[in-house]
T-cell receptor
Framework: EAGVTQSPTHLIKTRGQQATLRCSPISGHTSVYWYQQALGLGLQFLLW???????NRGNFPPRFSGRQFPNYSSELNVNALELEDSALYLC??????????FGPGTRLTVT | AQSVSQHNHHVILSEAASLELGCNYS??????LFWYVQYPGQHLQLLLKYFSGDPLVKGIKGFEAEFIKSKFSFNLRKPSVQWSDTAEYFCAVISGGYQKVTFGTGTKLQVIP
């Protein structure tokens, strides 16, 4: 069974630009979660999508947004990038609120 | 607001020592509880989970955790650690309804051979 995949592996952007990160969940999983893992801050919950709907979001500004497609894959968009957005962005998938399976992450560097 | 506390940020143990990592959460209703592990250079993996039933949960690689509802705790234990247990450990809580999934800040475990 294929795991959660994320692309790209690394992304380098300059301040003010937009970044788009992608996630493909495990087949059959309907929920996708996005997290930001910044150095020393642990995992910060960003967004939760289920069945195409945004179910909840963490304490992040509106320039962090996303969507879930009919095939349950998901996209995270970060607009107006700031230096402090540099982090590892993790995607996880699950069946409703059961255990989450994580992808390898996308390392975003903002210069 | 829901929160998860992992009080030990960095733990150093010798091989064969016993391990207990603390996890406390703040939510009064029904919760699902998890421990995840992130080995160096690898992505997060589920160690064990608690949904209901027996409060003593056994996971992979000899780990176990005990849910104590009265203390809002879900501590992770292992009787005898190995060098290969060197990793970062995260406690997580999912509470009822459309609540956020909340992770603790993680505990880095270093096992010295």
């Amino acid at each position: 069974e294929a795991g959660v995949t994320q692309s790209p592996t690394h992304l380098i952007k300059t301040r003010g630009q937009q970044a788009t990160l992608r996630c493909s969940p495990i087949s059959g999983h309907t929920s996708v979660y996005w997290y930001q893992q910044a150095l020393g801050l642990g995992l910060q919950f960003l967004l939760w999508y289920d069945e195409g709907e945004e179910r909840n979001r963490g304490n992040f500004p509106p320039r962090f947004s996303g969507r879930q497609f009919p095939n349950y894959s998901s996209e995270l968009n970060v607009n107006a990038l700031e230096l402090e957005d540099s982090a590892l962005y993790l995607c996880a998938s699950s069946l409703w609120r059961f255990e989450q399976y994580f992808g390898p992450g996308t390392r975003l560097t903002v210069t | 607001a829901q929160s998860v506390s992992q009080h030990n940020h960095h733990v150093i143990l010798s091989e064969a020592a016993s391990l207990e990592l603390g996890c406390n959460y703040s939510y009064g209703g029904t919760v699902n509880l998890f421990w995840y592990v992130q080995y160096p250079g690898q992505h997060l993996q589920l160690l064990l989970k608690y949904f209901s039933g027996d409060p003593l949960v056994k996971g992979i690689k000899g780990f176990e955790a005990e849910f104590i509802k009265s203390k809002f705790s879900f501590n992770l234990r292992k009787p005898s650690v190995q060098w290969s247990d060197t990793a970062e450990y995260f406690c997580a809580v999912i509470s009822g309804g459309y609540q956020k999934v909340t992770f603790g800040t993680g505990t880095k475990l270093q096992v010295i051979p």
